[in-house]
């Protein structure tokens, strides 16, 4: 019976605006499921940068909350693992969702652009992906995050959609921006072995091309494992 692949699902929160994109995070649980993997999510133990009103879109100056606590609500309760209890050895491949929190949370693209930096749990885990030659796939913002871990080390050829701040900061960080003309596009590095997706890097787009390009970014992935 041929093995099913694990993976590695890192969350970042929940709520698109301070943590995971949760439309993003669960289309990804779904094609994963379709595609025959088993998938453990994780995020850190650790404080959002901030918090916002998703009724509102402005931040609630009072409020605290927990990466790996709200991540738990897209998890399911239970079932979402602290990254400091995660190793990579004991997945086939990484699928990172999007959200504002991978830009925030996971590291500080949102505020310093190619000049953030990466929490070091967070490199440390994804980087180690990349030297185990482990595919990866990124969606939305996500990318920035992968871009970061990387710079320095190895050149990607990746997607943001067709965002020209964003491409600019890819080409400061030593990588390659590929423009892509919609959510339901892929961009694969086939040296990497990492799998890109715009989803809802374009604002306006519909949730049935943001799955189109989530579920072809999966198969692509699973077929790397």
Request: hydrophobic letters at 45%.
């Given at each position: 019976m041929a093995k099913t692949p694990k993976v590695a699902v890192l969350l970042a929160g929940c709520g698109h605006l301070d943590g995971a994109e949760v439309r993003e995070a669960v289309l990804t649980l779904l094609a994963l499921d379709q595609h025959g993997a088993a998938f453990q999510c994780i995020a850190p133990n650790a404080?959002?940068?901030?918090?916002?009103?998703?009724?509102?879109?402005?931040?609630?100056?009072?409020?605290?909350?927990?990466?790996?606590?709200?991540?738990?609500?897209?998890?399911?309760?239970?079932?979402?693992?602290?990254?400091?209890?995660?190793?990579?050895?004991?997945?086939?491949?990484?699928?990172?969702?999007?959200?504002?929190?991978?830009?925030?949370?996971?590291?500080?693209?949102?505020?310093?652009?190619?000049g953030g930096d990466v929490r070091p749990d967070v490199a440390a885990f994804v980087g180690a992906f990349f030297d185990a030659k482990k595919p990866v796939g990124a969606i939305c913002i996500a990318p920035a995050l992968v871009a970061l871990a990387l710079s320095g080390k190895a050149s990607a050829e990746l997607t943001l959609g067709h965002d020209a701040g964003c491409a600019a900061a890819m080409q400061k960080l030593g990588h390659h921006?590929?423009?892509?003309?919609?959510?339901?596009?892929?961009?694969?590095?086939?040296?990497?072995?990492?799998?890109?997706?715009?989803?809802?890097?374009?604002?306006?787009?519909?949730?049935?091309?943001?799955?189109?390009g989530i579920e072809r970014c999966v198969a692509e992935v699973m077929k790397r494992c």
């Amino acid at each position: 019976m041929a093995k099913t692949p694990k993976v590695a699902v890192l969350l970042a929160g929940c709520g698109h605006l301070d943590g995971a994109e949760v439309r993003e995070a669960v289309l990804t649980l779904l094609a994963l499921d379709q595609h025959g993997a088993a998938f453990q999510c994780i995020a850190p133990n650790a404080q959002q940068y901030h918090v916002i009103n998703h009724a509102t879109g402005e931040p609630d100056t009072g409020a605290t909350r927990n990466i790996l606590e709200e991540a738990g609500r897209i998890a399911r309760v239970g079932q979402c693992l602290d990254l400091a209890k995660a190793k990579p050895a004991d997945f086939d491949a990484l699928v990172m969702p999007g959200g504002y929190g991978v830009a925030k949370n996971h590291c500080s693209f949102a505020f310093k652009g190619a000049g953030g930096d990466v929490r070091p749990d967070v490199a440390a885990f994804v980087g180690a992906f990349f030297d185990a030659k482990k595919p990866v796939g990124a969606i939305c913002i996500a990318p920035a995050l992968v871009a970061l871990a990387l710079s320095g080390k190895a050149s990607a050829e990746l997607t943001l959609g067709h965002d020209a701040g964003c491409a600019a900061a890819m080409q400061k960080l030593g990588h390659h921006h590929q423009d892509t003309p919609n959510a339901r596009e892929i961009v694969i590095d086939e040296a990497l072995k990492l799998v890109t997706t715009p989803a809802y890097m374009f604002d306006g787009a519909r949730l049935s091309d943001v799955w189109v390009g989530i579920e072809r970014c999966v198969a692509e992935v699973m077929k790397r494992c």
